[in-house]
């Protein structure tokens, strides 16, 4: 969307990792949301700390992978 900005991060709950993703349009984010088919969880800005969180800083809080193949 342009001139949005847009926010990730990971948030770890029952085992599992939740993408977590936020826009400054919350209509946006929410459409975004229903179309993903996988467990999602929207944050708030605030609660992102307010930072843009790249893909390698999400790799960095992924476990390490349990055999030694392609990590997608």
Same mark, same amino acid.
């Given at each position: 969307? *342009?001139?949005?900005?847009?926010?990730?991060?990971?948030?770890r709950e029952?085992g599992y990792?939740?993408?977590?993703? $936020?826009?400054?349009?919350?209509?946006?984010?929410?459409?975004?949301?229903?179309?993903?088919?996988?467990?999602?969880? $929207?944050?708030?800005?605030? &609660?992102?700390?307010? $930072?843009?969180?790249? &893909?390698? &800083?999400?790799?960095?809080?992924? *476990? *390490?992978?349990?055999?030694?193949g392609d990590?997608?």
């Open positions: 969307m *342009p001139g949005a900005t847009w926010y990730f991060g990971l948030t029952g990792y939740h993408i977590v993703a $936020v826009s400054t349009s919350q209509a946006q984010v929410l459409r975004e949301m229903r179309s993903f088919s996988g467990p999602t969880a $929207v944050a708030t800005r605030d &609660e992102l700390g307010g $930072v843009g969180i790249g &893909e390698r &800083e999400i790799a960095k809080w992924l *476990p *390490p992978a349990q055999d030694k990590r997608t």
